[in-house]
């Protein structure tokens, strides 16, 4: 499956954006799907993701309660919506999915095959 990030941008503290993820050839209701970001200089970290049964949906601390993970299925299309946006946040985020995640390793950025090419949220304090 292949899959298109974006919805990135550049907002000040406080604010919202909403990434997408939208995915081609392949039905991404057939996937697990996370969401992930990498500041520079650091290794990239999961921020949340979604099986296959959208009532398995995981947050990393960091992002808990200021995140949430939803799809669309109709158009393909997985959303990371991003609230209370902090300077901490400013990371190129990537979206990624794979088949036959089980759910343990569902966090876990090396269980994703298919990778999207990244979009960049800047966040300004």
């Known amino acids: 499956v292949q899959l298109q990030a974006s919805g990135g941008g550049l907002v000040q503290a406080g604010e919202s954006l909403r990434l997408s993820c939208e995915g081609a050839?392949?039905?991404?209701?057939?996937?697990?799907v996370g969401w992930f970001r990498q500041a520079p200089g650091k290794e990239r970290e999961g921020v949340g993701c979604i099986s296959t049964n959208p009532r398995n949906t995981y947050y990393s601390e960091s992002v808990e309660g200021r995140f949430t993970i939803s799809r669309d299925l109709d158009k393909n299309t997985i959303y990371l919506q991003m609230n209370s946006l902090k300077p901490e946040d400013t990371a190129v985020y990537y979206c990624?999915?794979?088949?036959?995640?089980?759910?343990?390793?569902?966090?876990?950025?090396?269980?994703?095959?298919?990778w999207g090419q990244g979009t960049q949220v800047t966040v300004s304090s």
């Open positions: 050839e392949r039905p991404l209701g057939n996937y697990a």
């Open positions: 990624a999915a794979s088949s036959g995640v089980i759910l343990s390793s569902i966090r876990q950025k090396d269980a994703y095959y298919y």
